[in-house]
Structure formats: C-alpha cells, structure tokens
C-alpha cells in the first residue's frame, strides 16, 4: 500500500475515502491540531472538514480518533488560564463542525499519560541526526535550508528541548492508538515519514511487530495562503488578523477582511496564475476549496468578468454562507448552559482514549522489558 494517498474529492460528503476502501476491517485513524485559538479557514480547509468527511464516510468498524494536542502547544510559552480557555474553545469548535463524539474519539492529549510515556520509549529509538534535519524544526528556528551549519547551531543554542522532540511526542500520538492513516496537510507529511521510521526501528529493535506503519492521507487543500501576503501560510501566528479568517468571524468581519486582502492591479479579467497573481489566485483555491472543487482554472472562468471588489464580495458571500451553520452551533454549544456537555464529551474522549492507549503501551513495554 502506498506511503502516502491524497483524500481526492472522495473525502467529501457522498464519497469514500480512498485509503478506507483498500483495508475497511481494522481502520484507525488519527489526527490532532493544536489548541492555539479558534481554528481559522487554512484549519478547517486543510484538516478539520477532512475528519468530519472521514466520520461520515468510513465503515462503522473503524476507529477514529481525533487528539486536542495540548503538550504540543506548550513548545511556545502559553499562559496557562488562556490555554485552557482555548481547549474549551477548540473542543466546541469541533463540535460545531460536525465531530460527533458518539462515533469518534475527541480527548485532551495531556489526559492520557501513555503518550508521554510512549515519547520517552520511542525517544530511545529516534535518530537525532534524522530530527535535526527536519524542515519544520529548522523553519521554526527561522534558519532558512540556505544558511550555512554555524547559523544553524547558533539559532539552535537558544531553543528549547521540547521544540526539537515534539516529532517524536507526535509519532507517540500516532503509534500509541495503532493509528493506520493520518490526514494531514503536506506540510506534515515528512513527520509521518519520520514516525513510520520510529515504528519501523522499535519493531525491529525489541524483535517485535507492535507498532503500525500509518499511512498519510494528504488533504486536497494543500495550504490556504495568507490573505495579507499571499506568499505565506494563513496562519494564527501572524501579526495581523486580517490575514486570516476565524471560524467564528461574522460576516461582517469576513467581507472586511476580503475586501482587505492583497490582489494585484493587473488590468483584464480575473486569471488563476499563483506565479504572476498570488493573491487572486489564493482566492480563487479557497473559493474553489469552499465549493469542494480542484479546476481552479474552471472557477477563475466562471469569475473571470467580475471586477475585484465584487470578486471580493462573491468570495465573502461563500465563505459566510458556508461557516454559518458552524458559527451558529458554536455559539450554542460554547453558551455557559452547555459547559456541562463540553466537560462531559472531554472526560468520556479521556476514558476512550486512555483504553485505547494503555492496550499498546502494556505490550509496549512487555517488549522493552519495563
């Protein structure tokens, strides 16, 4: 089976996923975001509407597990009432999308001791040298691939710990639920390379076939850009919140931003170029995105005549109408008189998971001799 299977429009609502068809008897499927606000459209395009599809279209007998990744979010200092305020809020926005908790795992990552613990063992068996080249560890020094290795060491002298293991705590996250396909962006996807190394290296280590080797289940919506700087990722980290769009932002707030966003002053009509037309061309992927469609060409056409301003306002007008029902129920689900549903639906994901997980460590560590 291949490493790596892109969820083509399949994953929709009406579809298969394609990965679920080729093994429906022992699928296991996990997935994990951090809790670092109220999701924005880059999230919910490129991962959280991939799981809601998954739920709704894989067989009954497979497992699905989707992780709340606390322990992760603390590589960066966080202020520890605003975490857990951004837990509830994460937790209700998963709720709002379409995550049922009768059908699916939703648990807190710190809850379950078994990862951590699982870390520490795989932590034994993990390559440094592999770790230190991982991309995203050197995208968050901020050393660029071009920098030369004393750069590189001087920027790493400064980081802590845990942002150069966390791919380690996230193999842990996949391996302990005997995880077998992992939707994530590309982004992630040379993580999942790394922790089917680890799974391989432990089963071989300790003589032992424990530890699944899971399949990546790349999104369709390869990354939603920046709406300030089209050649960045949107993301919760930039400076200025015009340049993504929150879950919850009224409509108001989502025509504001639109009409804020970076295009271009290229005369004639509307064209999908990303090279000469960054910014219109990220609006049309998340128009196309929203209309669950990959012919971005097909959908620069049917916009092609429309001036910028109203191309704005139509790309607003999808985005709204489509988070309306998500906004409405977050709203619901996130009202103090339901506080009592979100604690119950996190302690009942805590049990799940916790059984889940403490099956695998126990045969974890009958292996390693612990």
Avoid at 237 to 265: E, F, G, M, N, W
Wanted: net charge positive.
């Amino acid at each position: 089976m291949k490493r790596a299977t892109r969820l083509h429009d399949s994953i929709r609502r009406g579809g298969q996923p394609q990965a679920c068809r080729a093994a429906p008897s022992n699928i296991s499927v996990f997935s994990g975001i951090q809790p670092t606000g109220i999701p924005h459209l880059g999230n919910y395009l490129g991962a959280l509407r991939q799981w809601v599809g998954i739920q709704d279209n894989s067989p009954k007998s497979a497992r699905l597990t989707f992780c709340i990744v606390d322990l992760h979010a603390i590589t960066q200092p966080q202020e520890a009432e605003q975490l857990r305020k951004r837990k509830t809020e994460l937790l209700a926005t998963l709720l709002a999308i379409g995550l049922d908790p009768r059908r699916c795992t939703i648990f807190e990552q710190s809850r379950v001791p078994a990862h951590s613990e699982l870390m520490w063992i795989l932590s034994c068996v993990a390559p440094m040298g592999r770790l230190n080249r991982m991309t995203q560890w050197k995208s968050k020094l901020g050393v660029s691939s071009d920098q030369d290795a004393f750069q590189e060491k001087s920027a790493a002298a400064g980081s802590k710990l845990g942002l150069f293991s966390y791919p380690v705590l996230q193999a842990a996250d996949i391996l302990i639920h005997r995880t077998t396909h992992v939707p994530v962006g590309e982004d992630q996807a040379q993580h999942l390379e790394l922790t089917r190394e680890i799974a391989s290296s432990f089963n071989k280590t300790f003589k032992k076939d424990i530890l699944k080797l899971p399949i990546t289940l790349l999104s369709p919506a390869k990354r939603v850009m920046s709406l300030k700087d089209p050649a960045q990722k949107m993301s919760k980290s930039a400076a200025d919140p015009a340049s993504r769009i929150l879950l919850t932002d009224s409509p108001k707030a989502v025509h504001d931003k639109l009409r804020k966003a970076v295009t271009d002053s290229i005369p004639g009509p509307l064209t999908y170029d990303m090279q000469k037309r960054p910014g219109v061309s990220n609006l049309i992927e998340i128009l196309a995105h929203i209309q669950r469609r990959q012919d971005f060409d097909n959908v620069a056409k049917e916009v092609s005549e429309l001036s910028l301003k109203a191309f704005k306002d139509h790309v607003a007008d999808a985005i709204n109408e489509h988070l309306e029902p998500v906004r409405d129920e977050y709203e619901k689900i996130i009202a103090e008189s339901n506080r009592e549903v979100l604690r119950f639906v996190a302690n009942e994901g805590e049990r799940k998971a916790r059984e889940s997980a403490e099956k695998t460590l126990a045969e974890v560590k009958e292996a390693v001799g612990i």
